[in-house]
């Protein structure tokens, strides 16, 4: 059975700092690229970084250089560390698995979805 469980969700000042976590089981993780995205009340679904099953990492514009996306294949989890948070951010955060194919930030080419945690960023 395939599980995607994120955690780390948390009420943050603005220029704060948040870790998320997602951890994976039911599959082959490590030869899953892994992504991460977020929703705001009203908003589409919007690809924010990937990290493939070779390593390599996209950003998109909006969370380039304060995001950073890192993956432990021992343990089967995923990491989105955000920095540098403001109002704008403020989202459910979603990580998901597609087969390995590169990094791609397209919603619908991922199979597998956790069921999300709160970032609200807010003083």
């Known amino acids: 059975q395939v599980q995607l469980v994120e955690s780390g969700g948390d009420l943050v000042q603005p220029g704060g700092s948040v870790r998320l976590s997602c951890a994976a089981s039911?599959?082959?993780?490590?030869?899953?690229?892994m992504g991460w995205f977020r929703q705001a009340p009203g908003k589409e679904r919007e690809g924010i970084s990937c990290l493939s099953s070779g390593h390599k990492s996209f950003y998109s514009d909006s969370v380039k250089g304060r995001f950073i996306i890192s993956r432990d294949d021992v343990r089967g989890e995923v990491y989105l560390e955000l920095n540098n948070l403001t109002p704008e951010d403020t989202a459910v955060y979603y990580c998901a698995a597609r087969w390995s194919g590169g990094c791609n930030l397209t919603p619908s080419l991922y199979a597998y979805w956790g069921q999300g945690t709160q970032v609200t960023v807010s003083s």
């Open positions: 039911g599959f082959t993780f490590h030869r899953y690229d």
